[in-house]
Nanobody, 117 residues
Framework: QVQLVESGGGLVQPGGSLRLSCAAS????????MGWYRQAPGQQRDMVAR???????NYADSVKGRFTISRDNAKNTVYLQMNSLKPEDTAVYYC???????????WGQGTQVTVSS
């Protein structure tokens, strides 16, 4: 079992930055692929960025070059640094933990990010 708690969301002006954090507890954090997903009103939940246990990353095309995912296994925490934010980045951001063997996935409660002037 893994518990995930996100923090760091808020209101920011276009062009600004935010850093989201996701603290994990309850299992062996370093084994999990960690990801950030987002969901805007009326839309599906989409992957934003993922980082494997080995540190490999991948990003949605819409955030490449602006967002950076990282993890600190000693602190059981994954981060999402978001720069050059745009209004279209407005959404609830969810942290995800995934382990393929055995298959298990966990979600945090979400944190709201609003980009508006």
């Amino acid at each position: 079992q893994v518990q995930l708690v996100e923090s760091g969301g808020g209101l920011v002006q276009p062009g600004g930055s935010l850093r989201l954090s996701c603290a994990a507890s309850g299992s062996i954090f370093s084994y999990y692929t960690m990801g950030w997903y987002r969901q805007a009103p009326g839309q599906q939940r989409d992957m934003v960025a993922r980082i494997t246990s080995g540190g490999s990353t991948n990003y949605a095309d819409s955030v490449k070059g602006r967002f950076t995912i990282s993890r600190d296994n000693a602190k059981n925490t994954v981060y999402l640094q978001m720069n050059s934010l745009k209004p279209e980045d407005t959404a609830v951001y969810y942290c995800n933990a995934f382990n393929p063997a055995p298959v298990s996935t966990y979600w945090g409660q979400g944190t709201q990010v609003t980009v508006s002037s």
